[in-house]
């Protein structure tokens, strides 16, 4: 008969079996998913379809009778609620500011918008069609001349919601610019339903599948190998193009890194208490306290949810409303770029940014009417079945962190999906938006990041 310390031993053994068990279960990864790489996204049927593979030049015109409409809208626009005593942003856009933003877009902005539209057409600019959707981008190279010694390395350049293509029109002259003989062959597509690529007329256009289809234009362009770099929705894009497609590309490199999985659920939670374990004591004030970050994402995140559920009554909302659109989505400009922006009148905005480029970024939204289109990113997200945070990816990837991004995720979370996690670097100033505003930053994070993979 056994005594009982062998049958606690045998229960200890037994109980230690059983977590071994369960942590090989939450973090091996999983093989990567079959994907239909052809999948139509068009109008109509499939049957009989046939892309169009012809690139053709794209220009943002618009007629003066769109500008004045968009005048008269924002003449007719309020008047708005003031907003309470001692208020700054903590309640939403304050309407004090929104009224200032929406005269100055009316009376200074407009009155010269054929210089601004010549801005936006600054970088040459195409469409064509991929899995039956037109798709937009800006494709710009480097000027070099027949004897200069430079490496040239194809960039996919990938956006989130809400911005646009508009976000690199600082870090592209940077990009295709020789530097130390690298220089970029830059790609940067408006995502399908965002800006002028056309939207779906189906459900399940997730970013997952928004991957196969920018990792398609760059094949339709001539590109079979290239670089990644995204924020925001941006960066899971980016990451579907690496996890799915890792022959084509040469690195990945995100300035917003985040994964889902079980285990790093589990390790947030222990380093939230002891993140000595995890990460060294000069980066704890990154993701710790970590309630300061819930609380915020708790109190910040009913955009996420009102759009993950119901985009399209957002987007009837902002639909011919450029007032609302500017309050809607420059309020996200100024709590996601530092969240103590909140406490400013201003929100912030011209602390980071030009009031010419947070309105151009208006003018795409408003023009190509993708206020609905662009917000069904977050619904598309949620139900998606493919999951790939779970999925390795075994080419080099690198991380920037910027201080006052919206949460971090550290090295010691991501690896587990990303196995070559080359570079991992902490900025002590900017926000989600870093390419606008701080593209010189980025830019040169990007190359130390490119470098290393040489």
Known sequence: MMDLSTILLALFILFVAYLYRAYVKISTNHPVPKIDIVEYWGKGQVENHRDDDKINPFKVSVGTEDIQQLRNRLTDAGPFADPL??????????????EKIVKYWRDDYLSNWKVHEEFLNKFPQFTTQIQGLSIHYLHARPNLQSNDNVKVFPLLLLHGWPGSVREFYEIVPLLIT??????????????????????????????????????????????????????????????????????????????????????????????????????????????????????FLLEESGYFHLQATKPDTIGIALSGNPAGLAAYLLEKFSTATNRDYRQMHDGGLTKDFHMDALIDNLMIYYLSNCATSAGRIYKEAMHTKIKLDRVAVTIPAGVAHFKHEISHQLAFITSEKFKKLIHETFHSHGGHFAALQLPEVLYEDFVKFVEKTL
């Open 85 to 98: 005593a001692d208020v700054a942003f903590e309640y939403g856009f304050n309407s004090k500011q929104l």
């Open 178 to 295: 020789p530097k130390n003989g690298i220089a970029f062959e830059v790609v940067a597509p408006s995502l399908p339903g965002f800006g002028w690529s056309e939207a779906t007329s189906r459900k399940g256009l997730s970013p997952e599948k928004m991957s196969v289809i920018v990792r398609n234009l760059m094949i339709r362009i001539g590109y079979e190998k290239f670089y990644v770099q995204g924020g925001d929705w941006g960066s899971a894009v980016g990451s579907g193009v690496a996890t799915l497609f890792p022959e084509n590309v040469l690195g990945y490199h995100a300035n917003m890194m985040s994964i889902r999985t079980p285990l790093g659920t589990l390790k947030t939670i222990i380093a939230a208490y002891f993140p000595s374990l995890f990460m060294e004591a000069e980066y704890v004030s990154w993701m710790n306290p970590f309630s300061r970050t819930f609380w």
